[in-house]
């Protein structure tokens, strides 16, 4: 059997760069407490009653090494209730186990399917009216008698040379600038 913490965030780390005997203590005016288990997946089948799914609460190993509660024994945090949060790629939605209990939507990723679609659409209709801009700029461009193109040079061994350039023809001659954004 091994010893679990079930702990609330902010968790308490308030003595990470000095040893103290209560770092990661249990806390049990917020209702943090420990229990005995196999493993974690049987630590949070014990938790999953006692504490809210509305709240995160962190699952703890005990380290025999440091003699204290650890969030982690790998760069994944395990939650009693892990959060599913959901990314709209326009047709599809991908899931992912989430390690916190709130949207991201600098990663577009949220806790329901509505919420994605509708980050999804909004920033959609942003990006057509951008592509459709660029596009009449590109119309413009050209019918300027400039062209945007590109070259690239090499053999079976790799790669030489690589770029976009803009063209111009007049008269006899054709003018040529490289282009990078």
Not at 157 to 175: K, W
Request: glycine share 4%.
């Amino acid at each position: 059997m091994q010893r679990f913490a079930i702990k609330k965030l902010p968790l308490n780390v308030s003595s990470m760069s000095s040893i103290d005997a209560n770092h990661m203590s249990i806390r049990e005016e917020l209702g943090e407490f420990e229990v005995e288990a196999k493993s974690i997946e049987e630590a949070r089948e014990l938790a999953k009653n006692r504490v809210s799914s509305d709240e995160p609460n962190m699952i703890c190993v005990w380290s025999e090494k440091t003699n204290k509660f650890i969030t982690s024994t790998s760069k994944i945090r395990e939650f009693v209730h892990p959060t599913t949060l959901y990314k709209y790629d326009g047709k599809n939605f991908n899931v992912f186990v989430g390690k916190c209990h709130r949207d991201i939507p600098s990663s577009g990723k949220f806790m329901s399917k509505a919420d994605a679609r509708a980050d999804y659409l909004a920033h959609k209709t942003l990006a057509d009216e951008k592509i459709e801009a660029a596009l009449t700029h590109l119309k413009l461009i050209n019918d300027l008698g400039v062209s945007i193109d590109y070259h690239m040079d090499g053999d079976t061994n790799g790669i030489h040379e690589d770029y976009m350039y803009l063209e111009v023809r007049e008269g006899a001659y054709s003018f040529e600038v490289k282009y990078s954004s």
